[in-house]
């Protein structure tokens, strides 16, 4: 009977174990998407699952706590209870000691690690509903030690930042992939991280903004369209009487050079391509889908009341995932250039904000705008001027140069970093 109760705790804390595995691996299923759609909408429906699944940062707290736990119950058990057995076998100690680690440990990770995670892998819907009571539990024995701010307390004597990432959310497992895998090139990391970041942006942020958009105005003659055209250097441009409010679709520069008819007799309207259209908090990643399906390469963006705010391009969304995509014609300045004197940027007016606050290290509290440049007109309520100066946002910033419509360069220094 003394044997006995050592041999029914170690099996207890095993089996514990083991369901926390289980928990944790079919809960990163869910996340990853690997769980089927009738599965999923059943674990939704029992409001426990529910809040599990919603509540990454706890669960993960939870299922630490309660793996300490049982390791330490089982091995201390364990080991007691192979050493004894051992050492009765007339053993050395040293080697009764090694032997019984062994045993630990091959129990441990097969029957407590491998196999339930196998049983998650394959039924990963009935792992969790088996797992939930217990993870339940665990949280409800750690909510004692939040209420108390334990943690807050600890990470403030260390002066660190109580920032805790969901262990089960999939943009940090692929994160913790891009990092850790040696394989991945530094071109694929970079992707894989905008692609991640992706996911918080709205067409807002890549919006090229009215006043910086060049339009085929059908209110004027060929001719002065053309020069204006050639000027802008670009490929595609609005079809427009007067302005962007009133735009019909958009007009290739090709179609306009392969046109069979003379001057005189073109007609642009026939020449004109369908164009998309998007709310100014359309999120990115939808555009871009729409985009892609519908083969359009430009699309207008619209304010709630139907007032065109500007465009916005495949092109730029797609910087978003590669990085900036220039040709031959382009400008090979960088829009944010860090210049020798330290905390100085030349930073161009059309620098999108984000990009802005992600290499200055600041916060810009300003969604009216997606440009610098538009921030500035923003400020000051008109287009600024060349060697005027202002502070905002954490910034002093003097206007080098400004054209009739917009603000071209900037010099831009750090006066007060925000954490983003």
């Not at 706590?65 to 091995?75: D, H, I, P, S």
Request: hydrophobic letters at 50%.
């Amino acid at each position: 009977m003394i044997m006995l109760l050592p041999i029914i705790t170690s099996a207890i804390f095993l089996l514990l174990h083991a369901l926390l595995v289980m928990g944790e691996t079919s809960l990163i299923l869910v996340r990853y998407g690997k769980v089927a759609r009738p599965g999923l909408d059943e674990l939704r429906n029992w409001k426990g699952i529910a809040r599990l699944l919603s509540e990454g940062v706890r669960v993960g707290a939870a299922l630490r706590f309660g793996k300490v736990l049982c390791l330490l119950g089982l091995g201390v058990q364990l080991s007691l209870l192979a050493f004894k057995y051992l050492a009765l076998a007339g053993l050395a100690y040293w080697l009764a000691v090694i032997l019984a680690g062994l045993l630990v440990i091959l129990l441990l990770y097969c029957l407590g690690d491998y196999f339930p995670r196998g049983l998650a892998m394959r039924y990963p819907v009935a792992a969790l509903r088996l797992a939930a009571p217990l993870l339940i539990f665990l949280k409800l024995v750690l909510f004692p030690l939040r209420v108390l701010s334990i943690k807050e307390f600890i990470f403030r004597k260390l002066s660190v930042s109580d920032v805790a990432p969901d262990p089960m959310d999939i943009a940090v497992q692929l994160r913790a992939i891009g990092q850790d895998n040696t394989r991945l090139s530094p071109v694929v990391r970079s992707i894989v991280n905008r692609s991640i970041q992706m996911q918080d942006l709205v067409v807002h942020d890549v919006l090229l903004p009215r006043n910086e958009v060049v339009i085929f105005d059908l209110n004027e003659d060929l001719a002065t369209n053309l020069s204006r055209m050639k000027r802008a250097g670009h490929t595609r441009y609005p079809l427009c009487r007067g302005d962007l409010d009133d735009c019909l679709g958009i007009v290739h520069i090709k179609d306009i050079f392969r046109s069979e008819v003379g001057e005189l007799a073109m007609k642009p309207d026939a020449l004109m391509r369908p164009t998309g259209s998007f709310l100014l908090e359309t999120p990115l990643e939808e555009a871009l889908q729409r985009m892609l399906r519908t083969k359009f390469h430009m699309g207008l963006v619209y304010d709630n009341f139907g007032g065109a705010l500007g465009v916005v391009t495949l092109e730029r969304i797609l910087e978003e995932l590669v990085g900036d995509i220039q040709d031959e014609f382009d400008s090979e300045v960088d829009p944010i250039e860090e210049l020798q004197e330290s905390g100085c940027y030349q930073i161009s007016g059309q620098a999108p904000i984000h990009d802005v606050e992600a290499r200055l290290g600041v916060e810009i509290k300003n969604d009216a705008v997606s440009t610098f440049g538009g921030l500035l007109a923003g400020e000051l309520g008109r287009i600024p001027e060349a060697g005027e100066e202002l502070e905002a946002h954490g910034l002093r910033i003097e206007i080098d140069q400004v054209d009739e419509r917009r603000v071209l360069t900037t010099r831009v220094r750090v006066v007060e970093a925000h954490g983003r």
